[in-house]
């Protein structure tokens, strides 16, 4: 008897010690380790077909695919990790750039006219691969120019100050160029001064693209307003705040999304309205603007 109880017992340990381990292995199969990819930031290329236009971008942000699936969207610079189908697996990895909208940090998008970055490699599980993309306008983009203030040139669409206000001027120093040969430029010197300045004459902005975007550069100690209003048949409506910029020491890109308000209002014309306004506590400052355009297809 103490024989077969001994067997019995031994029996029992040994399912009781082997069962689990099976099991356990048959649930939970051997993790993958992934391949991370290491993006410090995106190069902007020229696009030829578009002429001397601003290769200026604020890409903060990219939104990753791999084999066409999302990974995630992520900060720039950043480091983040590539699932793959085990060891040597090849793959592309599409790599969209995003920008702010209306200034805020909090409303990004993948940037609808730059183009995406296409990378094909080779996994390596366990180790971080650094990778440059590319970027560009597409080149089926249409660029409207508003202002660029350059040297000796009329504007497309010129800005012009309201009677009585600090208007905006054009400045060739070498010292303040940022792209091309002038910058516009608004100096506030007390308290009491104001500027708006606007479009001289109404524009058209196409109701049936599914994207429209003004862009600018801009730098300095005043807080930028950028505001739009609508005519109508001859009807003219009131300005609306499109979107607000904190003072930057450097220069800084803001895009500003046209796409409901244009689509919404279907106007046959359209001015933009550009204010400065001086920070609380502080008595004086000034303003630079450059590349003043809208984007569409």
Not at 39 to 60: M, Q, Y
Not at 275 to 293: M, Y
Request: hydrophobic fraction near 40%; include cysteine; charged fraction near 15%.
């Amino acid at each position: 008897m103490k024989h077969i109880y001994r067997r019995v017992f031994y029996l029992i340990f040994v399912f009781s010690s082997v069962g689990p381990w099976v099991g356990c292995n048959t649930i939970n199969p051997k993790e993958q380790v992934p391949t991370y990819i290491h993006v410090d930031s995106f190069h902007f290329a020229p696009t030829p077909s578009l002429g001397n236009i601003t290769t200026s971008h604020d890409i903060n942000t990219v939104w990753a695919y791999y084999k066409n699936d999302l990974i995630g969207v992520f900060d720039l610079p950043t480091t983040f990790p590539v699932i793959t189908n085990g060891d040597n697996d090849s793959g592309v990895l599409t790599l969209s750039p995003g920008v702010p909208i209306n200034g805020f940090n909090d409303n990004l998008s993948a940037y609808p006219f730059y183009t995406l970055d296409n990378w094909g490699f080779k996994a390596q599980p366990g180790k971080v691969l650094t990778h440059n993309p590319t970027t560009s306008f597409f080149s089926t983009s249409k660029i409207q120019p508003v202002a660029y203030f350059e040297k000796n040139t009329v504007e497309t669409v010129p800005l012009n100050s309201i009677s009585g206000l600090v208007p905006i001027v054009k400045v060739t120093d070498v010292s303040l160029r940022f792209w091309g040969e002038g910058v516009g430029s608004i100096t506030l010197a007390s308290p009491a001064d104001s500027t708006i300045d606007s479009t001289v004459e109404a524009f058209p902005i196409p109701p049936n693209q599914s994207n429209q975007v003004l862009e600018l550069n801009y730098k300095g100690d005043l807080i930028l307003l950028v505001y739009i209003k609508p005519y109508l048949g001859g009807i003219t409506q009131g300005a609306t705040l499109l979107a607000a910029a904190k003072p930057s020491s450097g220069w800084k890109k803001l895009y500003i999304s046209l796409q409901d308000y244009v689509s919404a209002l279907q106007a046959t014309g359209y001015r933009f309205y550009i204010k400065a306004i001086l920070p609380e506590g502080q008595t004086s400052g000034r303003l630079f603007l450059d590349n003043i355009q809208i984007v569409t297809f």
